[in-house]
């Protein structure tokens, strides 16, 4: 923003600029978006007057004003607290909805990804731009969620990431397959993988918000509480497991009666597990519609 001008002059500044609207139209665009954006009380003030999340209203609406078909957003909120980001986000996510226009959203945050896009380009990086282009997935965000093509799309998208557990696939079927963990313990997943063989090394993955406690699904695997992120509404635990590096990490609703060196039983339900093949390319899921969602009642 430009700080000598007010708050209407900077938004006002890009049309005098073009100079195809008359004084009355230009006024009327920067009442119009300022409305929206619910910045009309500040458009007599300096941007040095602003809050930050305010300036950042004030900037979107400079581009408003112009009605564009197509916005690009460049980490819009990057330099924003917390709860101002949250606050923004929602702001123009609102505004997507009303103005019915597209939108180009730049971000490194899988948080914003997931819930402004209709549709998430998901860029690769290292090793894996080199063997697969530029583009590791395209779709959805739940379909990036719920069927990631690659290990790194799959550890990308959710927070915290998905558990990976290294083993080898031990029986094929044609609903399942069985992987055996380092500690020899026995995982069924249900994904196809018709075009792999008996001891190929592959990596099992689940996220941590499917994760159970208790043997009360078709999998268990014993774990070793090492660390716990008490959060109000939830509780991250994070265990170790025998022969696995990384720690495994579960998500529980409210307050969890846990301390560090506690014995656990971990559930991983077939039809929530992700399996990869040694390139870390995903094999197909075999799920129903209804192991994914809930119904609104």
Known sequence: LYPHMTIF??????????????????????????????IEHLLDRL??????????????????VRKPGVFLFDEPLSNLDAAL??????????????LGASMIYVTHDQVEAMTLADKIVLLNAGQ??????????????????HHPVNLFVAGFIGSPKMN?????????????????????????????VTDAKPDDAVTLGIRPEHVTLGADVDNTIQAEVAYLEHLGESTFIYTQVQGIENPV???QEGDVMAKM????????????????????????????????TQPII
């Open 9 to 38: 002059d900077n938004m006002a500044f890009g049309l005098k600029l073009a100079k195809q609207q008359g004084s009355d139209e230009i006024k009327e665009r920067v009442h119009w978006a300022a409305k929206i954006l619910q």
């Open 128 to 145: 894996a731009m080199l063997e697969d282009g530029s583009i590791a997935q395209v779709g959805p965000p739940l379909e990036l969620y």
């Open 85 to 98: 980001r949250v606050q923004t986000r929602i702001e123009i996510s609102k505004l997507h909805h009303d």
């Open 261 to 292: 060196g506690d014995r656990l039983t971990l559930g991983l339900a077939a039809h929530h597990c992700h399996l990869f093949n040694e390139k870390g390319r995903a094999f197909k899921r075999l799920i129903e519609a209804t192991a994914e």
């Open 249 to 251: 990490i579960l998500r």
């Open 47 to 64: 941007p040095k007057e602003l809050s930050g999340g305010q300036r950042q209203r004030v900037a979107i609406g400079r581009a408003i």
């Open 164 to 192: 990976f557990l290294p083993c080898r696939l031990t029986q094929i079927e044609a609903t399942h397959a069985t992987v055996t963990l380092p500690d020899g313990t026995m995982v069924r997943a249900a994904v196809d």
